[in-house]
């Protein structure tokens, strides 16, 4: 018998939670903080927008262009030695990754059922398109986080910052 579980996002506390949509990370950038994956992601700007302009991936062919745009976006923050920047395009490869293997697992992207005590629903009834488009974030992904400048900053600014 399999032990079910919530989704975490039922819990959510809101003001506890470290990143914050009415700071600019970039003028302030030591409110920032690395987290657990693609944690503040979706929050914090101006990289939000800068990036999330571009994160796209309904298709292979969407997702080669939009993992290539946000992965060169991820090395002109390098350059600029802006490592929230670079930081935040490593969250939204990640994300893009996280994202088309969930419709790739489940039809509707959802994997829990709202109106049945959040159970969760029965998986291998996606795309296999989104499948394709995960795998090509993934490979954009794990090259970000072995960009070894990428991996000293974040060594330095985990140290340093939380």
């Not at 009415?22 to 903080?33: C, F, L, S, V």
């Not at 994997?111 to 488009?133: F, H, M, P, V």
């Amino acid at each position: 018998m399999t032990k079910q579980r919530k989704p975490s996002y039922l819990n959510f506390e809101k003001e506890s939670y470290p990143w914050k949509p009415d700071i600019d990370y970039r003028g302030t950038p030591e409110a920032y903080q690395v987290g657990k994956g693609e944690q503040g992601v979706l929050i914090c700007e101006p990289y939000k927008t800068e990036i999330g302009r571009h994160w796209r991936f309904k298709t292979p062919d969407i997702a080669t262009k939009s993992s290539e745009e946000i992965f060169k976006l991820f090395q002109e923050y390098l350059i600029k030695n802006d490592f929230v920047g670079a930081d935040m395009a490593r969250k939204f490869l990640q994300m893009g990754y996280t994202r088309a293997r969930r419709y790739a697992n489940y039809k509707s992207g959802k994997k829990y059922d709202k109106e049945n005590d959040y159970a969760q629903l029965e998986r291998g009834t996606g795309e296999i398109e989104k499948a394709a488009s995960a795998a090509i974030f993934y490979t954009k992904w794990k090259a970000a986080e072995a960009n070894t400048s990428y991996a000293k900053m974040k060594t330095a600014w985990k140290k340093e910052r939380g």
